[in-house]
C-alpha cells in the first residue's frame, strides 16, 4: 500500500519564515512538521512505501528526511517539473511509485490531525469504495467548500465558498483521501488539474462509490502564522497528544542539555531546547518556544514567542508573541509587539519598538 504527501507548496502564507525553509520542514518545537504526518502513516502497517510530491525546495526536504530508514519508512520524491496542480501532482506522486499497489493514501501537505486513519482505510473497504474522503465540520463553512452526503454516507454535493443560505451542513474536506488508483486514469498527464473541481465532481456525477467518513476530532491547518502558532499551543495544553508534551501538558519542558540559570523565571507551558541559554533575571513567559542555541539575556522577556534556533534575545528585550526564524537578533531594551513575524537573520536593533 502506498501514501502520497502533498508538499509542494511555496508556504506563501507562512512567509517570511518560508523563504528559506520549504513549509514541510518548518519545525514545529524540535520537529520538522512532516514528521508529524509521517508519523500518522507509521500507524497502517500496510503502508510499506510514502511518495513526498515536491516542487518548492526540494533538496533541503530531502536533506532532513532522506531514504526513511531512521524513521521506518521507505520515503520516495517526486518532483514535479511544474505545479501541477491536487490532482496532477497525485497522478504525477502515483506514476513513481514502486511494485504493486492497493488503495492509495493521500494527505495535503497542510494537515495536522490525529485521525484513525486503519479506520479510515476500514471504511474504505467496507464499502468497496472508489475513493473515500474524510470531512471534518467547521464553526464557519462559509470560509470554506462544504461537502454535502446523503443518509449512507455517500457524497452527494461540493459546494465552494457557499452565502449563508447555501449551507445544509457543516463538514469540509480535510485534505485527506483513500483512492482506487485505477480511478487516476482520468487525470490527463502532465496538466493542471484540481482533485477538488475535477476528479471529486466526476465521481458524483458518475454515479460512483464515493464515501465520506466524518472525523470529529482535532484537525488543523497550519498553513498560517495563527494557525502555526496555534499548532504549539495545542500541543502544549495536550489538545494535540504529541512529543515533546505527551504527558506532559500544562508543564515546562526543558530539555537536559539546556541552561537555565538561576533567578530566571520559568512559567509554563513552555519548551525550551538543547543549547539554549536563560540568564539570570530573565523571564520566559508561557506558550513561548525557544529553539536550539536560543539565547535570552539578563533581564529579558520573551512572552508567547516562538524563535526558531539560534536567535538572541539581548538584555533587557521584551519579545511578545511573535515567529522569528533562525539567526535572529533582538537588541538590548528593544520591544516587539504581539503578532510580528520576522525571517532568519533579522535584526532589531537596541532600544528599537516594533
Known sequence: MKAILLAGGKGTRLRPLTLHTPKPIVPIFDRPFLQYQLDLLRQVAEIDEVVLSLNYQPGRIEEVFGNGEALGLRLRYAVEPSPLGTGGAI????????????????????????????AVIALHRARKAKATIVLTPVDNPTAYGLVETDEAGNVSAFVEK?????????????????????????????????????????LVQNGETFVAYVYRGYWLDIGTPEKYRQAHRDIMDG??????????????????????????????PCFIDAGAVVKRGARIG???????????????????????????????????????????????HSRVSDGTMFGDKSVVTDFSQV
Not at 506522486?93 to 490531525?113: C, K, L, M, Y
Not at 534575545?313 to 533582538?330: D, P, Q, S
Request: aromatic fraction near 8%; charge should be negative.
Open 239 to 268: 489538545r494535540f497528544p504529541a512529543a515533546p508534551f505527551l504527558g506532559r501538558a500544562g508543564e515546562s519542558v526543558v530539555h537536559p542539555e539546556a541552561r537555565v540559570e538561576e533567578g530566571a523565571t520559568i512559567v509554563g
Open 162 to 202: 457557499p452565502s449563508a443560505d447555501q449551507i445544509r451542513c457543516d463538514t469540509i474536506n480535510a485534505g485527506i483521501y483513500v483512492l482506487e488508483p485505477e480511478t487516476l486514469d482520468r487525470i490527463p498527464a502532465e496538466t493542471v488539474y484540481s482533485i477538488e473541481r475535477g476528479y471529486f465532481p466526476s
Open 91 to 118: 497522478k504525477f506522486a502515483a506514476s513513481q511509485t514502486s511494485g504493486e499497489t492497493g488503495p492509495i493514501v493521500v494527505f495535503n501537505g497542510d494537515v495536522f490531525t490525529s485521525v484513525d486513519l486503519p
Open 286 to 332: 508561557p506558550y513561548t518556544v525557544l529553539g536550539r542555541h536560543t539565547h535570552v539575556g539578563e533581564g529579558a522577556v520573551v512572552e508567547g514567542a516562538v524563535l526558531w534556533p539560534n536567535s538572541w534575545v539581548e538584555c533587557e528585550a521584551h519579545v511578545g508573541a511573535t515567529l522569528a526564524g533562525r539567526h535572529c537578533h533582538f537588541g538590548r
